[in-house]
């Protein structure tokens, strides 16, 4: 297990709105995921993801269930086959506004495992994982200029 106790420096979030196109550059269009904090000031973190992963994120959030199992799914139930649990998903970092960094925290025995990833898929997978939640670090609000929320006096 990690030392930091959940929810120490993170911002709790919930999927506030998924756009599967936006223009991202002349000619070109990407998605986008709208990350609202759960919690009083209630920031937004805007993240343009992949069209496909905009897709996916989407249809987990409305709760579409796919003919097939996506490659998230997949990574889901491999998870739960190896007797493991996604606890909860963190973006972790920001560089230049734009290019964010996510980890995806398994448990499995009682300890924790992270794993890095791409903040789009680690949103998609915890919409699958029941029970599994994510975070915004507060350093991510504070690069985005969103400040830290206000101390409790």
Do not use: K
Request: overall charge negative; cysteine-free; glycine content about 8%.
């Amino acid at each position: 297990m990690t030392d930091e106790p959940i929810g120490a420096g993170l911002a709790r979030v919930s999927v506030a709105e998924v756009r599967t196109a936006v223009p991202a550059s002349p000619g070109v269009e990407a998605g986008m995921v709208t990350l609202r904090e759960d919690a009083d000031p209630y920031r937004s973190v805007q993240i343009v993801i992949g069209q496909p992963e905009a897709r996916a994120i989407q249809a987990a959030w409305s709760g579409q269930i796919g003919r097939r199992p996506s490659t998230w799914d997949l990574f889901v139930s491999a998870i739960g086959i190896l007797d493991a649990t996604l606890d909860r998903v963190v973006i972790t970092a920001v560089e230049e506004g734009r290019h964010f960094y996510a980890n995806v925290e398994l448990v499995r025995d009682g300890q924790r495992r992270v794993l890095s990833a791409r903040p789009s898929d680690a949103v998609a997978l915890a919409l699958r994982a029941y029970g599994a939640e994510i975070y915004v670090a507060e350093q991510v609000m504070v690069d985005l200029g969103l400040g830290a929320p206000p101390l409790d006096n």
